[in-house]
């Protein structure tokens, strides 16, 4: 089966490869039409069904998007929705998020995706994912992407950035999603 991911994102490219597996031939977005679309929703779903929808019209074929952010706490949720769009680039917006942040005990956060498979004209179906843990005092790591250095997933004292995709393709909010998907797709086929 052909499934066009909705998304420029290298980094989530890779991963949704790695977790969805080969069994999949996968195109994306910009095999149709170089464009960034616009993140105008008020929430992850939105935002993911308007990728979704968008790649879909595009292609005329399944699309699945993913739209993904990291809710801290003690920022009342934020960077949340705007978690791509917090700093011009992954180490502006990890330096305010920990400046923000500063020295608070409560380092709680939630890593969140939401998956939108748009297979038919106004047909589409929703996964979501979750992946708590606690922000870092500092940096830490080389792999992975955005706030990996800065995410300590579960009990976990090390960040994603730290563990290596391998621990991260086990137990993230993308994982979460498309194991669902994964059913999903395996009961209708
Ligand atoms: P969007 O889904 O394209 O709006 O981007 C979500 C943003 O959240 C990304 O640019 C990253 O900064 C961040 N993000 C989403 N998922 C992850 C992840 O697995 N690790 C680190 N950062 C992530």
């Keep these: 089966m052909l499934i066009v991911l909705a998304t420029k994102n290298q980094h989530k490219i890779k991963e949704i490869k ?12 910009s095999d149709y039409l170089n464009i960034d679309i616009k ?16 790649t879909f019209k595009v292609s005329g074929k399944p ?22 769009r917090y700093g011009i680039d992954d180490e502006h917006r990890i330096t305010k998020l920990l400046k ?18 748009y297979y038919a004209l106004n047909k589409y179906e929703v996964f979501e994912g979750e992946c708590a843990g606690e922000i870092a005092y500092e940096p830490c790591g080389t792999e992975g992407f ?19 995709q391998k621990v ?8 979460k999603a498309l194991t669902k998907f994964k059913k999903y797709l395996q009961r209708d086929f």
């Excluded at 790695?18 to 977005?29: F, M, N, R, S």
């Excluded at 739209?67 to 934020?78: H, K, R, T």
């Excluded at 250095?149 to 950035?161: D, E, L, R, S, V």
């Design 18 to 29: 790695e977790i969805l597996g080969a069994d999949i031939h996968y195109q994306t977005l």
């Design 63 to 84: 699309s699945l998007a993913d739209d993904s952010g990291l809710f801290v706490e003690a920022l009342d949720g934020e960077p949340g929705i705007h978690s791509s």
């Design 146 to 164: 955005g706030y990996d250095p800065i995410f300590m997933p579960g009990k976990y004292k090390k960040t994603f950035a730290q563990l290596g």
């Design 168 to 175: 991260k393709n086990r137990i993230s909010h993308r994982t």
């Design 39 to 54: 993140e105008a929703g008020r929430t992850l779903m939105e935002n993911s069904l308007a990728k979704a929808t968008f």
């Design 100 to 117: 923000n942040l500063g020295t608070k005990k409560n380092r709680k956060a939630l890593f969140k995706a939401v998956f939108v498979y």
